[in-house]
């Protein structure tokens, strides 16, 4: 595990294949959500060493911008990146391309609602030429909905080919943050929850979705976490969950969000096997408080599996009316199979 660009206050980083290369994304956190215009840089040892982060320049024009990811494609030829700005009535979804330089901040066709994004999302290559993508919009009722649409890639340009049901439930704001993975010929939804709970759901097509389904373990046990991210980890033969949870360790910490954990998937009961489930990045401290993780991605790339995170911590004025500080490191973990 390695701790990069320490209390630098880069957040939310992921890692992208590049022509043999590890290209990083990544935002500086500059208050309580509220981010920069991402940055990126590349390693040529596997992510030992990393150039010096640069911003990317198209979407330095957008007062609004947050949680950019990597748009997942079939080779290493260009790197593609998805998340949100700012629109009239809401957030709004675009991606960009790099094949050298980056090309402008595209609009992600066929958005439906007012308020759409795809945002902290893990997207997944339908095949050679197309990708789906999952969002979670805001509908009349004010509930978060899930849809995913899939897309062909035509050059630096997304073409539409069609869109999924919408998923929700009648708690909280619904379901939103999701996260999408290809896996032996079928298609895996998770999405986030205010509920304590998270929910995943079915697809033989990446379109036509099961009713969602709140996580469980194989003893019955609910995956009891807070409102945070779970995303898709594949080793070898094997599809993980990667998550935060309730754990008698880290009930001092906000949402539970240190450690972070995985376990394999049973994909035909649809559960976690509890007996491997393994911690990911460790429990860390800073000025004797707990880091906060949650904001993670996880990457597959040629053998090898890339989990990054910004650890966090912060601190209120006295008046608690705002962020007195905020400090937060990249952790990357490889994971080689």
């Not at 748009?71 to 991606?95: F, M, P, Q, R």
């Not at 929850?193 to 995943?200: G, I, P, Y």
């Amino acid at each position: 595990m390695a701790l990069l660009f320490e209390q630098q206050n880069f957040f939310h980083p992921s890692v992208i294949p590049y022509r043999g290369k590890l290209m990083m994304i990544m935002h500086k956190i500059l208050a309580m959500d509220k981010f920069s215009a991402p940055y990126y840089c590349f390693s040529d040892d596997g992510g030992s060493t990393w150039s010096e982060p640069q911003q990317i320049t198209p979407l330095e024009k957008f007062a609004k911008c947050a949680d950019f990811r990597p748009l997942t494609l079939s080779d290493d030829s260009k790197a593609g990146i998805i998340g949100i700005v700012e629109g009239e009535k809401g957030y709004k979804s675009v991606y960009l391309f790099y094949d050298g330089t980056w090309s402008d901040a595209e609009y992600i066709p066929n958005q439906d609602f007012a308020d759409d994004r795809a945002a902290c999302v893990q997207t997944a290559v339908a095949d050679e030429n197309s990708v789906v993508i999952p969002f979670f919009c805001l509908n009349e009722e004010k509930k978060f909905v899930t849809v995913c649409r899939k897309y062909r890639i035509d050059g630096k340009k997304l073409v539409h080919l069609g869109t999924g049901n919408a998923l929700t439930v009648n708690t909280g704001r619904g379901l939103y943050e999701p996260s999408v993975v290809n896996f032996k010929g079928k298609f895996y939804l998770t999405m986030r929850c205010d509920e304590n709970c998270a929910w995943v759901s079915v697809s033989n097509d990446s379109l036509s979705w099961e009713e969602p389904e709140k996580w469980h373990f194989a003893n019955g046990k609910l995956l009891t976490t807070s409102p945070t991210q779970q995303h898709w980890m594949k080793l070898k033969d094997e599809l993980y969950l990667v998550y935060t949870r309730q754990d008698e360790t880290n009930e001092d910490c906000f949402r539970w969000r240190t450690p972070l954990f995985a376990a394999p998937v049973n994909i035909n009961k649809m559960c976690l096997d509890e007996t491997k489930e393994t911690i990911i990045l460790p429990r860390i401290d800073y000025r004797e408080r707990p880091g906060l993780y949650g904001n993670f991605n996880v990457s597959n790339i040629a053998g090898k599996v890339y989990i990054s995170d910004a650890t966090l911590w912060f601190d209120w004025t006295e008046d608690q009316q705002a962020i007195a500080w905020f400090s937060s490191s990249v952790i990357l973990k490889t994971i080689i199979f």
